[in-house]
């Protein structure tokens, strides 16, 4: 079997065309198609192809196939006139002018599709492409049409060159025979299959050609034998039937044996045998029949009548064994269903379809519906066919890169989407966009079918503007930019993080020495993927990590670090996270002498301060306020009461103690400067501060500062609230 149409010269091609729409059952405007033929050869005299024949061999033999699918006069001009914007001085307005303007949009269609550079490399492209090409043809006619374009072009791709054959092979099979499936119309699906799986691995293409010419009489034979059998005892049942039978499509066996790894005999439907009837019943009439006829193969039978595939396809589908012991598919549908089976969506143009039943379609893709139901409702064929619009990706939008690459985009998307889903760096480094060509403002939303080029900078610290999440769609825009402000804003994170555990670790009464905490923060990476200590406390700091999550863990390493080192029995010296000055003194504790004595950091207790003492283990008592947020109400009912110990302040204390304010202010220069001075003037040392802005114009301090009582305290506080601008002042931890 040859794949390629012979060559024909122009008068052939035009016979060939005038043929077969005579053919049909169809009336044509002859005038008009006669008037597109001549206006074509006009337009492309002169230009070979690369066969060598006339040019205009090839939109009449497109038209040609489009006249065997039995479409209307309007799409056989469109295909006998879809090159000449491209290829010839001709122009749409010409077209429009003379054909009028539905012609005009067809050619236009075609044409667009044609020039999209899009490539196909992949899966997820390939249906990218398969999407854009159905939402870019606003009616359903352009790409019947460019089916038809692709397949003659396969026909007649004897003369290419290797790689352009294999290319357009992959490309056939992965896009234009997909489609023609999802339209249902099978002949060319078939078509284009064959002949692309020729081009593409013709060596098994040979293999099988040559087992089925092998024993070429016996199968027919077989097929004539069960083709009478069935026919005979149909009769015998009243049946009025048409049955025939046939050897499956040699793309079909290809699949079977390479994919599925069989033999060539092992494969069931080699042979299918095909009954088509006047009616529903008597389909599952028919299959009554035929499974008392022959033995059904278990798990063989599909119900296609009552659940329709999404291509419109309906038959009942059974495979049976033969006396012989061959088994053999059976295909079972109403004429009606055998139409839309090898027609598709064509089938409306060649049978005018009549679809009576609505509760049949419920379940098909909505654009079929939309299909049948408008034409419920009106018997006008121009407005039937505008209002195919295939609403199949309304939700989406489909754009190029200018490398040819298909994006997906929810509608309404922006040019940011389109970067961010390029890639984050794009859309990190994007100072603007082009679309075909042209600059756009950042907020363009994209449509189908345009070029979208990205503009970037390489400036080291350009990210995105915080205000392209009023503008963006997606939200995987919305987070790779606030992903970038995580990531951007380190400095501030890490010390924010920093802050957080420390509170944590205090408010817990966990107490590391130095080489503890870095062993501890070390473990905390390890488990937490984090290459460095800062890249921890930066995901603490932007909630990455949740240190709610991370205490009771924490708490638990805590005491299996104290528990190994009493075992270990080294005194080891008490430091909280930051080296607290006390190591002894100042209070006095309840039967107990010698005792070492830190100050809670969680609640920085200053003499003066009712307190109470918690009997750690193995590091001494700690104090607290009594009011800590982390010593019990109740002491006696404490979960362990006899650790909590009563302590007073010593009389005579010179040591200082530490406290935490929180000033609260209104922003304003000089503000730091302000409360520093003061603190100064009246030598208060101040052990360390942080400033942050809680709300636009206002200031939180907190202040770590030296006093030696609650009494000096609240001479600070005082004379601190007396600045120009600060709103409250409270002690922190208290
Ligand atoms: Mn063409």
């Known amino acids: 079997m040859s794949v390629y149409e012979e060559y024909l010269t122009c008068e052939q091609a035009i016979d060939g065309l005038r043929e077969s729409l005579s053919k049909g059952e169809k009336t044509y405007d002859m005038a008009r198609i006669d008037r597109a033929i001549a206006v074509a050869c006009e337009a492309h005299n002169g230009q070979k192809r690369y066969s060598g024949d006339d040019y205009v061999c090839h939109p009449l033999r497109v038209a040609t196939i489009l006249a065997g699918l039995g479409m209307d006069t309007e799409t056989i001009i469109a295909a006998v006139l879809h090159d000449v914007v491209e290829d010839t001085p001709l122009e749409l307005a010409d077209i429009e002018r003379e054909f009028g303007s539905s012609v005009a949009t067809l050619v236009d269609g075609v044409t667009k599709i044609t020039k999209m550079p899009f490539s196909t490399k992949e899966e997820q492209q390939a249906e990218n492409v398969r999407k854009m090409l159905l939402a870019m043809s606003q009616d359903v006619r352009v790409i019947i049409i460019k089916l038809a374009d692709r397949l003659h072009n396969m026909r007649t791709s004897s003369g290419w060159y290797e790689q352009k054959r294999r290319d357009k092979a992959r490309e056939t099979l992965d896009i234009y025979a997909p489609i023609a499936h999802r339209l249902g119309i099978r002949a060319i699906k078939e078509e284009l299959e064959d002949i692309s799986l020729h081009l593409l691995d013709p060596v098994a293409c040979a293999e099988i050609e040559e087992n089925l010419s092998l024993r070429a009489e016996e199968r027919t034979a077989f097929l004539d034998d069960i083709q009478t059998r069935i026919s005979e ?44 009837v006047d009616t529903v019943n008597d389909c599952y009439n028919v299959l009554g029949v035929v499974h008392d006829m022959f033995h059904p193969l278990p798990n063989r039978f599909k119900d296609y009548i009552s659940t329709p595939k999404s291509n419109m396809y309906q038959s009942l589908h059974t495979t049976v064994i033969s006396h012989e012991k061959i088994p053999f598919e059976v295909q079972i549908r109403t004429w009606e269903m055998h139409h839309t089976a090898e027609y598709g969506i064509a089938a409306h143009w060649k049978y005018k379809l009549g679809i009576q039943k609505k509760d049949r379609l419920e379940d098909r893709l909505a654009w079929v519906r939309q299909f049948i139901e408008n034409q ?55 100072v603007g966009a082009k679309v075909d060509g042209r600059i756009v403002p950042i907020d363009y939303q994209v449509k189908t079918g345009e070029i979208v080029e ?32 995580k990531r951007e804003r380190r400095e501030e994170n890490i010390e924010k993080g920093r802050e957080e555990l420390e509170r944590e670790i205090s408010r817990n009464c966990i107490r590391f020495t130095e080489s503890e905490l870095q062993e501890f923060l070390e473990q905390q990476c390890k488990r937490q993927h984090c290459a460095t200590v800062d890249d921890f406390y930066a995901a603490i700091g932007y909630g990455g990590i949740l240190l709610s999550r991370l205490i009771p863990r924490m708490k638990e390493d805590y005491q299996r670090m104290v528990k190994n080192a009493a075992a270990a029995a080294k005194p080891t010296p008490i430091v909280s996270t930051r080296p607290h000055r006390h190591h002894n003194g100042g209070v006095i504790i309840e039967n107990m002498d010698n005792c070492l004595v830190k100050y809670a950091r969680c609640c920085n207790p200053v003499p003066g301060d009712e307190i109470v003492g918690f009997i750690t283990r193995g590091y001494g008592v700690s104090v607290h306020k009594r009011d800590c947020v982390n010593v019990p109400v109740n002491l006696a009912n404490a979960s362990e009461p006899e650790r909590w110990v009563h302590v007073e302040w010593e009389d005579s204390i ?4 530490k406290a935490v304010l929180r000033v609260l202010a209104n922003d304003r220069m000089q503000l730091l400067a302000d409360v520093t001075t003061q603190l100064a003037n009246m030598h208060v040392m101040i052990y360390g501060m942080q400033a942050r802005a809680p709300r636009q114009g206002e200031g939180e301090m907190l202040i770590t500062v030296g006093v030696n009582g609650v009494q000096h305290l609240q001479e600070v506080i005082a004379r601190l609230k007396r600045i120009d601008g600060v709103i409250s002042i409270e002690r922190s931890g208290a």
């Open 233 to 276: 005892r149909l009769k015998e049942y009243d049946l009025t039937a048409y049955v025939c039978g046939r050897v499956k499509s040699i793309n079909g066996i290809y699949r079977k044996m390479y994919m599925q790894g069989r033999n060539f005999d092992e494969i069931y439907d080699v042979y299918a045998v095909r009954i088509i």
């Open 376 to 430: 419920q409702e009106t018997d006008d064929a121009e407005e039937f066919v505008r209002s195919i619009k295939t609403d199949l990706s309304s939700d989406d939008v489909f754009v190029f890169t200018p490398r040819g690459k298909v994006v997906n985009l929810p509608s309404g998307s922006t040019v940011i989407d389109f970067a961010y889903a390029i890639h984050s760096e794009v859309g990190n480094r994007m």
């Open 454 to 485: 990205v503009l970037t900078t390489s400036a080291q610290n350009h990210g995105p503007s915080r205000d392209w999440l009023q503008v963006v769609k997606t939200s995987e825009a919305r987070s790779k930019i606030r992903l970038w402000y």
């Open 654 to 657: 010179r040591e200082e103690f």
